[in-house]
């Protein structure tokens, strides 16, 4: 029997108490349920009293002391569920999970002590029927007190929802869009256990979590027995999981970076015999059991602190699988232990009593992991530090350098102040002088090359006077004929007296012109004749055909190879033989060279060169002048040079 209601005395660690350092022990509440209707029908008695607000006396069975169990909370049947949602410290592992803890809470006891009721209150009433705002279990009180926290957060959240249940050693998700099948529960370095495929839901409203819990409660197997009408067939496990944008980027739900709620209500443990299962019933029972059984064995062996450090056999079952870090990991705890107030139920309290018990001396570690975003800060900060420092010691030298520079005179302070834009200033002025200078230079080399070209004309005149003084010099040549050059329109050159009146002539000797029009009468009067058989070279002159000798025909032996080298070495030696001294050449370049031919300066000399020619020239022709006044004159009709 409960002596009296101790529901609202908050537990001694409160609200605001973070985890309690390295190692933070299971927090466990219990709740006495009321005695039901039908206990009362039957004339079961009370085998329970609360004795002031975290201790339960239990009166055995059969006579002798009290067995007191000590508690973080007593909540006998007198309290509401508000109460019970005030007083269990649930709110703390909310403010936890708003800081990035991994937190549970799970209800734990025997079938029909109220666990579903004490989280998610009475079953509901029918499809889509929720569960009275009243009489919502801890779950609802929850979500309603995180969602208006979360609001007057400042930061914003993401929230998340996941909802499976355990049933018959299988994982089923209890908001997947089609029906639930089996999922497989992996394990990595970073999440522990985790299940594969499981459908996460975001929302952003109480109803919106509200309406997931009822397709989960809705969906959820459960069946009825002797002690229970609406008895859960498996373990349910509803997790919140809270994201903090502080933590930028947000971390995705299960990324072990961001908080977790998690709500289990676990199947109740069952005596086969008391129940009446039979059939599929008694398989549910005893994969319940089995599971409640592997849960113990690991809370044993996590109180044991010599085995504490050795293997803890968490793979034996789903549960404790994703159980074990609420267990024995980094995150923090909360037992609701559920009894019955039943003197026919008191075997199984003091089962599940001293179950509790001993589950409140199991510590975990919690630790509110870290995301590599959440690092930085830290990392930030020293490479800030860093670069501040470096700062100032990059400050402090330029400082002193400045102090050094002031110190120097003159133009050690002109050097020390030139910087990179004096020397471009200085490379911009060499560089428009030497552009005035290259434009110097063009404007000199065209000058010369006019020069030049006017040396070459009066080089050319002479040269053609030069020829034409030789031929009247010779005696016995008869008139000249009429020039073919004077009877087309022609150059300049043609006015001068011609040289030759050979037919064959194809181009004038000077002007190189094609004299089109033209008949050679006599064409056995070749210049080679005049000048004798020897040429100054010690070449045949006769070997050499003449610039105007007839054109030969294809294949001829005697046909000249370059006409025009024949053509300037007939001029040189006429010159030659004119002057009596070595004439300097005037024709232009020629491909074949003889040898000790003088370099050529039409388009190649210089006008040094052409000058000495020019000068040569005069001189050739000034004494060709003066040969021809002491010779007779020539015979009538002879024509003279112009
Ligand atoms: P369990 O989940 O532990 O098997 P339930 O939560 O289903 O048990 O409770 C069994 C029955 O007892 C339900 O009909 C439920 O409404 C009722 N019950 C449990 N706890 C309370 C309570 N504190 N106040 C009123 N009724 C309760
Ligand atoms: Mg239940």
């Known amino acids: ?24 022990p299971i927090q466990v509440v219990l709740r006495v349920r009321p005695m039901s209707a039908a206990e009362l029908r039957r004339g079961e008695q009370s085998a329970l009293h609360c004795s002031g607000s975290r201790t339960l006396q239990v009166s055995p069975p059969g006579g002798g002391p009290d067995v007191a169990f000590r508690f973080g909370a007593v909540l006998d049947g007198a309290c509401t569920q508000e109460d019970v949602f005030r007083a269990c410290g649930v709110r703390r592992l909310g403010e936890l999970a708003l800081r990035g803890f991994s937190c549970t809470v799970f209800t734990f006891g025997q079938t029909g002590s109220g666990k579903t009721y004490t989280l998610t209150g009475p079953s ?64 990595n370095k970073t999440r522990g256990f985790y299940v594969e495929q499981l459908r996460v839901v975001e929302f952003g409203s109480l109803g919106a979590l509200m309406e997931l819990l009822q397709m989960g409660l809705s969906r959820r197997r459960s069946s009825a027995h002797t002690l229970n009408q609406a008895s859960s067939r498996s373990h349910a496990l509803l997790t919140l999981y809270i994201s903090r944008q502080t933590q930028m980027p947000p971390v995705d739900p299960g990324d072990p970076a961001g908080g977790k709620l998690c709500f289990v209500d676990l199947a109740g443990s069952e005596k086969v015999a008391a129940t009446g299962s039979r059939g599929d019933l008694m398989l549910e029972a005893n994969s319940i059991n089995r599971s409640l059984l592997a849960l113990g064995h690991c809370i044993s062996l996590l109180l044991d602190p010599q085995r504490k450090q050795s293997h803890i056999p968490f793979r034996d079952s789903k549960l404790t699988k994703l159980l074990a870090d609420s267990l024995g990991g980094r995150g923090v705890t909360l037992m609701v232990a559920c009894v019955s107030p039943s003197a026919q139920c008191l075997p199984e309290t003091l089962s599940t009593l001293r179950y509790a018990s001993r589950a409140q001396r199991v510590t975990t570690r919690p630790q509110a992991p870290k995301s590599p975003m959440a690092k930085q800060p830290q990392h930030l900060e020293t490479k800030i530090l860093q670069l501040q420092e470096e700062n100032h010691l990059l400050r ?65 005149e002479l040269e053609r006077r030069l020829l034409s003084a030789c031929y009247l010099h010779q005696p016995g040549l008869g008139p000249a004929p009429p020039c073919p050059c004077v009877m087309v329109p022609a150059p300049s050159c043609h006015a001068l007296p011609p040289l030759c009146s050979c037919p064959c002539f194809r181009l004038c000797p000077l002007c190189r012109a094609p004299p089109a029009h033209w008949a050679c009468t006599r064409r056995e009067l070749q210049l080679p004749q005049v000048f ?38 007939q001029t040189r030696v006429l010159a030659e033989m004119l002057t009596e001294e070595e004439v300097v050449p005037s024709a232009p370049p020629l491909p074949v060279a003889p040898p000790n031919t003088s370099p050529v300066l039409r388009g190649g000399g210089t006008v040094p060169n052409l000058a000495r020619r020019l000068e040569a020239l005069r001189d050739q022709i000034g004494s060709s002048l003066r040969r021809r006044q002491n010779l007779p004159p020539h015979s009538e009709g002879s024509r003279s040079p112009s």
């Open 124 to 187: 509901p009433q029918g499809e889509g029927v929720p569960v009275p705002p009243s009489r919502g279990g801890i779950m609802q009180r929850t979500f309603a007190w995180l969602l208006d926290r979360v609001q007057h957060l400042g930061t914003p959240v993401t929230l998340h929802a996941s909802y499976l249940e355990i049933y018959n050693e299988q994982v089923r998700d209890l908001l997947s869009l089609g029906s639930p099948r089996p999922l497989p529960v992996r394990w």
């Open 396 to 460: 402090s030298r330029l400082s002193q350098m400045n102090l050094k520079v002031s110190g120097l005179s003159g133009p050690r302070v002109a050097w020390a102040q030139r910087n990179l834009y004096g020397m471009l200033q200085e490379f911009m002025l060499e560089n428009e002088r030497l552009r005035k200078e290259k434009s110097q230079l063009q404007s000199s080399w065209d000058l010369a090359r006019d020069e030049q070209r006017v040396l070459a004309q009066q080089v050319h």
């Open 532 to 569: 004798g058989s020897k040429a100054p070279d010690g070449m045949t002159l006769s070997a050499r055909p003449p610039p105007w000798a007839p054109p030969c025909s294809p294949g001829s032996a005697k046909c000249p190879r370059e006409r025009s080298h024949s053509d300037w070495t």
């Open 1 to 24: 029997m409960v002596n009296s209601p101790c529901c609202h005395r908050d537990p001694e660690w409160s609200l605001e108490q973070g985890p309690e350092g390295p190692e933070t």
